[in-house]
């Protein structure tokens, strides 16, 4: 969608990255580091500077007990940290429980490491339109082949955040079937409204389980930077090690070198962070309402799940709809249906962005507003 936003000049809500520049403190940072010598190999699994700010962190903040030394991978984005996990922790036929809709590499990283992916909905179902899971259906999509089960939250695509009875629910089930939790936190700073992020790996028996992945791109607007990490048990992060090595040997180091910088930054940049993609979101919001879409309000992330039932011809699904949209009236977003993985159960849906500037969004409501014109 991208590329094809380029092509017709439009603009791109669709691929989840900042147009706007990561904290200058960073940039200097990474810039002296290179000027003071980081510029080879680093320790595979992450320079021990920046592994040790990552245990402080997890320790302390996300209440995580983590050993430098022992528990912390340092990988190439949260997307490496992922498929790393997978194909240290899995054999083939096992299986994998994912949430959907879902990010769209946890189904082909799944499949890439022999396992068999399985599926539970998020349903637009709960208070306030909340995407919310049936625990009864998440109970019978356990099989005897269940290996483990993936909990991507703040949640992309719809801006879920599983709230602590849900998790406690996930964690009751692991626990009962012997699986593994593997979580994807990258949005873990970006919440609205005073939500809490629980950690899973923090709730009672789950550190022993759990495999926590997050990183820098999101939090500090270094999308570019692909710098991750995977928090997991000492026997776990061995795996997790060994496949990391041959994958990609190991992320780049006068960037590992800036992130302990990033680290360092005090709570009010936190504070800043939610503000502004509040700002963002509630710029965006009413400009898609006022178009014709039906918007799901996200409680955390940057991106907005949307229902195009009211806006698309007869016959017109939600790719051939998002190609529509491109070429007028030029905004660019990103099909329901590549978060499922049957794409009728996505074809009324549309995702959209706003991890972008303020001119940004403004020129993206001005032309969402022509479709409300046309109707």
Not at 81 to 99: Q, S, W, Y
Not at 146 to 159: D, Y
Not at 192 to 207: D, T
Not at 331 to 358: C, Q, T
């Amino acid at each position: 969608m991208t590329r094809l936003n380029a092509i017709h000049g439009g603009v791109n809500l669709a691929q989840g990255f900042p147009d706007f520049d990561p904290p200058p403190e960073i940039i200097e940072a990474a810039a002296r580091a290179m000027r003071e010598g980081y510029n080879q190999y680093a320790i595979t699994w992450g320079a021990p500077r920046l592994r040790e700010a990552l245990a402080r962190k997890l320790t302390e903040f996300n209440r995580i007990p983590t050993n430098a030394q022992e528990n912390v991978t340092v990988t190439c984005g949260a997307t490496e940290a992922m498929i790393a996990t997978l194909m240290a922790i899995l054999n083939p036929g096992d299986e994998v429980l994912i949430f959907a809709p879902f990010y769209e590499n946890y189904g082909p990283d799944t499949v890439l490491s022999g396992a068999v992916p399985r599926y539970v909905f998020l349903r637009p179902e709960g208070p306030g339109g909340a995407w919310v899971f049936d625990p009864d259906e998440l109970a019978a999509a356990v099989t005897p082949r269940m290996r483990a089960l993936i909990v991507n939250t703040p949640h992309n695509p719809t801006g879920h955040v599983f709230t602590r009875s849900e998790l406690e629910t996930i964690a009751a089930l692991c626990q009962r079937h012997d699986l593994i939790a593997i979580t994807d936190e990258i949005y873990e700073h970006i919440l609205y409204e005073g939500r809490e992020h629980v950690r899973l790996g923090s709730l009672p028996g789950m550190a022993e389980r759990t495999v926590t992945i997050s990183g820098l791109s999101k939090t500090f607007a270094v999308t570019g930077w692909r710098l991750g990490y995977a928090i997991a048990p000492a026997e776990l992060t061995v795996g997790i090690r060994r496949v990391h090595d041959f994958l990609t040997v190991g992320a780049a180091a006068p960037l590992q070198a800036a992130a302990v910088t990033a680290m360092s930054f005090p709570d009010a940049y936190y504070d800043d962070l939610v503000a502004g993609y509040r700002a963002r979101r509630d710029l965006l919001l009413p400009a898609l309402r006022a178009a014709g879409f039906r918007v799901h309000d996200p409680a955390g992330a940057y991106y907005v799940m949307t229902d195009i039932a009211d806006l698309a011809d007869d016959g017109e699904d939600d790719v051939a709809f998002a190609l529509r949209l491109i070429r007028d009236p030029g905004v660019a977003a990103v099909p329901g249906s590549s978060f499922y993985s049957r794409p009728e159960l996505g074809r009324n849906k549309l995702r959209f962005a706003f991890p972008k500037r303020h001119e940004t969004l403004e020129a993206a409501s001005e032309r969402l507003s022509r479709l409300a014109v046309r109707a």
